[in-house]
T-cell receptor, first 112, second 111 residues
Framework: DGGITQSPKYLFRKEGQNVTLSCEQNLNHDAMYWYRQDPGQGLRLIYYSQIVNDFQKGDIAEGYSVSREKKESFPLTVTSAQKNPTAFYLC???????????FGSGTRLTVV | AQSVTQPDIHITVSEGASLELRCNYSYGATPYLFWYVQSPGQGLQLLLKYFSGDTLVQGIKGFEAEFKRSQSSFNLRKPSVHWSDAAEYFCAVGTGNQFYFGTGTSLTVIP
């Protein structure tokens, strides 16, 4: 079955370390997205990519980086510059806005 | 600017009672509207979507939503709530290839 796979489900890192979250889709979707979710704040867009080798900053891109070398993959790196990285991270993909998003099951990152 | 408002942060209903979750949007053109549900620690699952045509749309799990252009609303309803419906619900507006999400409504179902 097609879908989006995020790994790992839980991730623990020490403060000051960079960490990369994986997102892979086999839906043949062109667009992929990263959202951050904090309690009471809904979903906030970090980065999005509409085609391979191109991506755009979202509302809260500072302290994050992404790459889109393959259509299927859109990894997110949380850098040491991100002041408050502990959160639930969701990856999504879409063919276009007509079809809505398909979401992964999320990665919960805890920085200690 | 586009925006989505879910005025109810938290709703509690009794099992078997009816449910309505409110969603208002601000968008200049014809909106593409969506409702998603999220169980704790999980991703979001699409419940239903509106593109055009019939303003009452049916979704999965017995949910429906009605688009009212005059009120800029897209409220989600279910006639009889089940305990398994307890979750977080998000309304979203699609524009271009981006989506704007509301801040969510948390639903608690009591026996």
């Amino acid at each position: 079955d097609g879908g989006i796979t995020q790994s790992p489900k839980y991730l623990f890192r020490k403060e000051g370390q960079n960490v990369t979250l994986s997102c892979e889709q086999n839906l043949n979707h062109d667009a992929m997205y990263w959202y951050r979710q904090d309690p009471g704040q809904g979903l906030r867009l970090i980065y999005y990519s509409q085609i391979v080798n191109d991506f755009q900053k979202g509302d809260i891109a500072e302290g994050y980086s992404v790459s889109r070398e393959k259509k299927e993959s859109f990894p997110l790196t949380v850098t040491s510059a991100q002041k408050n990285p502990t959160a639930f991270y969701l990856c999504a993909s879409s063919r276009n806005r007509d079809y809505g998003y398909t979401f992964g099951s999320g990665t919960r990152l805890t920085v200690v | 600017a586009q925006s989505v408002t879910q005025p109810d942060i938290h709703i509690t209903v009794s099992e078997g009672a009816s449910l309505e979750l409110r969603c208002n949007y601000s968008y200049g053109a014809t909106p593409y509207l969506f409702w998603y549900v999220q169980s704790p620690g999980q991703g979001l699952q699409l419940l239903l979507k509106y593109f055009s045509g019939d303003t009452l749309v049916q979704g999965i799990k017995g949910f429906e939503a009605e688009f009212k252009r005059s009120q800029s609303s897209f409220n989600l309803r279910k006639p009889s709530v089940h305990w398994s419906d307890a979750a977080e619900y998000f309304c979203a507006v699609g524009t271009g290839n981006q989506f704007y999400f509301g801040t969510g409504t948390s639903l608690t179902v009591i026996p």
